[in-house]
């Protein structure tokens, strides 16, 4: 299952319980959902947590059924409609909102009001319009509506509730969209998924230890690289002074010291230095004499 999939089924484990609440969730849900006008209602979604749900919150909400949608069809979707005009008109009705005026859509904030409502609006937005990318791939968290009128009211709505969401289209679809992991936890804990945000928190520590990881592990090639570059340098040194018939000429410390060099070719230098009794930066100045003599 996605992990847009597993926020959904976290959120359906929310009671459908007080009828204010109820009401708030559809309207989040009819708000961002394909088809909310007078002449019909069509909610499309593949999630059957959610597909269970729909028909128990207009129930409660507006002691409405719908005319289809109980059963999947053969692509996985269910379809929910309602094209009666007497149950459009009670669901009209609830929202402040006349089916029959001319009245365009809007975000009718006396609905959501309660601050209980306002979880209950956003979870319903997020079940039916909203998807969030699995944190271990990318940190994305959407919600569409076709309405802009209302993608503009929900933009006001969610910065009141301290929330600062980016907006954007797509294909005719006004999008929100957060970035950032902390508000994309911050937005799942408010809706009523704690679990999944905890997700996001873990995916994100896993990928700071990754990355400190891979930092270092390169860090250490790049020191490995630089001693075995030395060492070949020294090695170069010691053979072109032995060609040269130098190498007899030199002080037995740097004798010493350029033999255990040709006997550990590629030991770091603090390796050589205890071999030797020495610290390291009396090996470091005697191979260095060694390659100034060569050169
Ligand atoms: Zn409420």
Redesign the pocket.
Known sequence: MSFSANVKTELCKANVS???????ECYGVLLTCNRFAPSGIRIVTEHADFAERLPRLFRRAFDVSFDSGAEPTTSGKYIFEISDPQKIAIIYDAFGLDAYGNVMLHLNRSVVE????QV?FLRGAFLCGGSVTDPEKRYHLELTTTHTKIAAELYSFLLDMDFSPKETSRAGESVLYFKHSDQIEDFLTTIGAPVCAMGVMEAKVEKTLRNNMNRRCNCDDANTTKTVNAAYEQRLAIRKLKENGVFETLSPKLQEIAILREEEPEAPLSELAKRLGLTKSAAQHRLKKILEVAQ
């Open positions: 007080r009828r204010c609440c109820a009401v708030a309660n601050e209980c409502c209950a």
